[in-house]
């Protein structure tokens, strides 16, 4: 029996070793890492943070230590440069979870245990030193970047004194601290010409002033016309020991330019643009190796917040540009390893020339080329007031712009005479688009859905569910179509399916409702798929459902009582764009309005007795998929979408973080009409 007992045990004992083994570093520190969280937050009046510097110190300049206690700190008056603040229980949380979030309580040595795995380096450093009642946790920060990177982390928690105290602490930290712009890039400004001619179009105080205080339409205010065109470029070389590498082309990076002279103008320079957040393209720079970027205009900024340089007057200018990246220090680990760096060249001398209208290939002055515009509306008895924009074409010749009613510019477009370099002046000829809108019917009667019928029904819609895993019902289904015919005579197009353009419709009846109809969508701009319409022809837009409204605020509309409805419908659109003189204008949108249609909704005949639907219940879905994340140790949290398929299974979704969501897409778990649970596709 002893022998049998004995044979039992070993196995079991064989079992756990080799359970223990199969962790990796990683996992166990994981483990610790929560473990010393829950311990820490189990007793915050007891929380203490110390932040010691170790090595040679200035008098003057001093690297301070700091600690950051709940409990009134006993002070040690041998201890030289240190500072001290109280905080309270729910900043001491916030500071553990900082810490929790970087990973570091479980790197960091346990006194308590007898850990000692630090190593301290020769150099300067700063040792962090976190306690509570039964723990005592300790780790060396290191100096650079990467102490900075934490430091800020820490930072962002604390409020009133001890944040005074931690700015105190990482301002002097700082100045012994190179800066990474002076020993990773060096930035230069290459000039391939350093003299340009001055367009005499962008001359004067009025064009200054045009700068300055600009037009506005529908839209706001208009884009100034296009900056100085250059012939240079940015050169970024890293001098640096390690490779560096910039997302080139995404919103985390940006141009600046400084322009000073005898003419110098910066004004915003605001141009459409979609709202997504670019990444732009990880562009290596090995050691000793350069990165050019071109720089064609005197714009830049970032996307959706640009600016733009004028020289307006001829004379020696100086420019300075700068470029602002992200770079992520070596070594760093965890918390916000990832820090903006602006690398600036040293300024460049630039000289402008006056213009020479000869050399311009024009025979004809601006003030002659005004005056014969003035003659010619006269003569055409065209009631246009001065010209407000005067733009010197280049080869020769002026484009004269007069303002213009905002109607007069959705249908014709902007009031302008041309005139050539040998003086002949041309009335460019002006579209007159027009569209005509027809609500079209398959079939104008429909049976009521009893599901979506009576009191309780109408209450659901007007006060739903604040659980936004609980969809909306979905819309009744029908059989027509929005017909947009082009009476006028110049083709127009629609950016069909764009976020410029969007279906109305009012129904009207006896049991008619209309909601919001809010879905999930993602939030980048979609500028729709140009579709031309010639003069005569038409675009049909199917309505498959009774839902409208632009993407991310739609709307939808219900019958839920038996009776005669009457539906209207409308579609906004631009009608696309035109180019004028090297210019993309865009029309305004405007709305085209159909005929209202009648429509008949006849009671529903007695339902059948219902089937039971095949599959688990919802509640049983949610469990599996539970049961399932638990096993797989996906922390995951509670399901935000929960839909039933056609075949009695479910499919759950849950939040995703970007890089998740951009890798593998939604996270979701599938749940069989077994009842049995699985991981999305991608997951």
């Not at 712009?181 to 060096?186: G, K, M, Y």
């Not at 936004?468 to 083709?491: C, F, H, I, Q, R």
């Not at 979408?641 to 970007?658: E, H, I, N």
Request: a neutral charge; one cysteine or more.
């Amino acid at each position: 029996m002893k022998h049998r007992w004995v044979v039992l045990v070993v196995p079991a004992f064989l079992f756990c070793t080799l359970a223990a083994a199969a962790q990796t570093p990683e996992e166990i520190r994981k483990e610790q890492n929560a473990a010393r969280a829950a311990k820490l937050k189990a007793d915050p009046a007891n929380f203490r943070l110390a932040l010691q510097f170790y090595g040679d110190q200035n008098p003057e300049k001093p690297f301070w230590n700091l600690e950051l206690a709940v409990k009134e700190i006993q002070r040690l008056r041998t201890q030289p440069f240190a500072l001290y603040a109280l905080i309270d229980q729910a900043t001491a949380v916030k500071l553990i979870d900082t810490l929790a979030a970087s990973g570091m309580l479980g790197r960091m040595d346990d006194v308590t245990a007898g850990q000692s795995t630090t190593k301290l380096p020769t150099g300067p450093f700063y040792g962090l030193y976190v306690q509570g009642a039964p723990t005592d946790f300790r780790s060396n920060l290191g100096w650079g970047e990467q102490l900075l990177h934490t430091l800020d982390a820490l930072r962002a928690p604390l409020r009133a004194d001890a944040a005074d105290k931690m700015d105190k602490l990482i301002a002097a930290a700082r100045t012994g601290i190179p800066d990474p712009a002076a020993t990773t890039l060096q930035a230069k400004l290459i000039l391939k010409k350093d003299s340009y001619n001055l367009d005499p179009a962008q001359t004067g105080p009025e064009f200054v002033k045009q700068l300055k205080e600009p037009e506005k339409d529908i839209m706001g205010q208009k884009t100034p016309p296009p900056p100085p065109a250059v012939d240079m470029a940015l050169e970024l070389t890293n001098v640096g020991k390690d490779p560096v590498t910039i997302p080139l082309g995404g919103d985390s990076t940006h141009l600046d330019l400084k322009l000073e002279g005898p003419g110098a103008v910066t004004v915003p320079y605001m141009k459409m643009h979609t709202m997504e957040f670019r990444f732009g393209n990880p562009t290596p720079i090995e050691p000793g190796k350069s990165l050019t970027i071109p720089i064609t205009r005197l714009t830049y900024g970032s996307r959706g917040d640009s600016m733009a340089c004028y020289w307006t007057a001829p004379g020696a200018y100086t420019l300075t540009a700068s470029y602002t990246a992200p770079l992520t220090a070596p070594g760093v680990e965890g918390i916000q390893n990832i820090r903006p760096v602006t690398f600036t060249a040293p300024p460049v001398k630039v000289n402008v020339l006056a213009p020479a209208a000869a050399a311009q290939g024009t025979s004809v002055t601006q003030a002659q080329a005004l005056a014969a515009a003035e003659a010619l509306l006269k003569e055409k008895n065209l009631a246009w007031g001065p010209c407000k924009v005067v733009h010197l074409v280049p080869g020769g010749g002026f484009w004269l712009y007069y303002a213009t009613p905002e109607k007069e510019t959705f249908l014709m477009g902007e009031r302008v005479v041309i005139v050539s370099p040998d003086g002949k002046l041309t009335l460019p000829p002006r579209p007159d688009p027009t569209l005509k809108a027809e609500l079209v019917l398959k079939t104008n009667t429909y049976t009521l859905d009893p599901a979506q019928s009576g009191p309780e029904f109408v209450k659901k819609l007007k006060e739903p569910d604040k659980d936004m895993s609980k969809l909306m019902p979905l819309p009744p289904a029908v059989e027509m179509s929005l017909e947009l015919t082009n009476v006028g005579k110049d083709p127009v197009t629609i950016p069909l399916g764009g976020d410029e353009t969007h279906l109305d419709l009012r129904l009207e009846g006896p049991g008619a409702v209309s909601v919001p109809y809010i879905m999930i969508h993602t939030q980048e701009w979609r500028s729709g798929n140009p579709t031309p319409v010639a003069p005569g022809e038409s675009l049909s837009i199917p309505i498959a459902r009774l839902k409208f409204g632009a993407r991310g605020d739609s709307m939808a509309c219900y019958w839920t009582a038996p009776g005669a409805y009457t539906l209207a419908a409308s579609f906004t659109t631009p009608l696309g764009s035109r180019i004028v003189d090297g210019i993309r204008r865009n029309d305004l949108a405007h709305t085209y309005a159909a005929a209202p249609v009648k429509l008949t909704v006849t009671a529903a005949p007695p339902a059948p007795k219902p089937e039971a639907t095949p599959g688990v219940s919802r509640e049983k879905a949610i469990e599996a998929a539970a049961a399932l994340l638990k096993e797989k140790a996906l922390d995951w949290g509670q399901p935000k979408t929960v839909q039933q398929l056609m075949d009695g299974g479910w499919a759950l979704q849950y939040a995703s973080p970007g890089q998740d969501f951009r890798t593998k897409g939604i996270r979701t778990v599938l749940v069989s009409p077994e009842g049995v649970a699985s991981l999305g596709s991608k997951q």
